[in-house]
């Protein structure tokens, strides 16, 4: 199918549709796909959050076999809330009993190794009936995992493939919410994303959007706010005091809905930000702004998840559609 791009004459909005996706049997199958991704032998890889598998697609996009089933023991996915490629394998973090694991398996669901976060999780972030936790912003730089974990006193923490952190990235924003220790941290959680040119961005997951870019050695390049017409009632309503809600243990914490749904780099170090509103902003290296688009397949989409299968083939959930970009 063609690439169909229109232009909203007003407000310059790019209107993307979608060119291909996988087979309508394929999606049936899946609950509630929260990652799409295209693995190294062409096959796709895609984390059904609610069913707690990982399948794997054949190149056609026409069968799928479940490769990592239902369950708390290693080898296997529950609660699961991220999976991104590393190398010619895979890793999938989730949350069995309320602590976060990160397990790397090879691409037939053989699971290579894994290991344990301190601690119970804390839910940082609120999407609908979804709370997001720290494991949920996993990322792999080529050697390490990179996740938000504002317990360890930076924007990112670096891990090694054991588990052992050894170095945090950026320093907190002020929040105006320092005295209130939950609520600070949920403002300072978000998204860390590896830069294929070099270096890192954080995207500010909840609260005034904005995001960060620093260098290979952590140090800071420059910070830019969100900002678009398509934003301006969101930042304006913006709420100062949110509800609590008790956890498992009694525990309330705060619940905090996102400005900011997902983001990801193009490998022409281009970042991509999927807003809470149905529109996602492009930002060049320099960080400016450059494009405003909208996503259309069955309907308007908004991503929750995005891979760049190439400098021109975006792949997004939900729905597991492929864009030309």
């Not at 087979?23 to 062409?42: I, M, S």
Request: proline share 7%; hydrophobic share 40%.
């Amino acid at each position: 199918m063609a690439l169909a791009v229109l232009f909203g004459e007003a407000s310059g909005v790019e209107i993307l549709r979608s060119t291909g996706g996988l087979a309508a049997e394929v999606v049936g199958l899946l609950r509630e796909p929260t990652a799409f991704q295209r693995a190294p032998d062409n096959s796709y890889l895609v984390l059904d959050g609610r069913s707690h598998v990982v399948y794997r697609v054949s190149r056609s996009g026409t069968d799928a076999t479940k490769i990592v089933q239902i369950g708390p023991e290693s080898g296997r996915v529950i609660g699961p809330s991220a999976l991104v490629l590393a190398g010619n394998r895979f890793m999938v973090a989730d949350g069995p009993d309320r602590r976060e694991r990160v397990q790397l398996f090879d691409l037939d669901g053989t699971r290579v190794s894994g290991f344990w976060l301190p601690g119970r999780a804390t839910p940082r972030i609120t999407v609908g009936a979804l709370t997001l936790s720290g494991v949920s912003s996993l990322q792999w730089t080529g050697r390490s995992i990179l996740m938000s974990q504002p317990e360890f006193g930076g924007l990112m923490t670096e891990f090694t493939v054991g588990g052992q952190p050894y170095r945090t990235i950026g320093v907190f924003r002020t929040t105006g919410h320092e005295t209130d220790r939950d609520v600070h941290l949920a403002l300072n959680s978000g998204l860390p994303l590896v830069d294929p040119t070099g270096g890192y961005y954080f995207v500010f997951q909840a609260g005034l959007p904005m995001f960060r870019k620093y260098d290979a050695d952590g140090r800071l390049l420059f910070e830019r706010h969100i900002e678009g017409p398509e934003l301006d009632a969101t930042i304006q309503t913006m709420p100062t005091t949110w509800p609590r809600q008790p956890d498992e243990t009694g525990r309330e914490l705060p619940l905090i809905p996102p400005t900011v749904r997902a983001a990801a780099v193009a490998p022409n170090g281009d970042l991509w930000v999927s807003l809470r509103v149905p529109y996602t902003y492009v930002y060049d290296p320099n960080g400016e702004k450059v494009r405003t688009v909208q996503f259309q397949a069955a309907g308007t989409v908004s991503p929750d998840s995005f891979f760049f299968e190439s400098r021109n083939r975006l792949l997004v959930t939900p729905g597991c559609y492929i864009f030309t970009v």
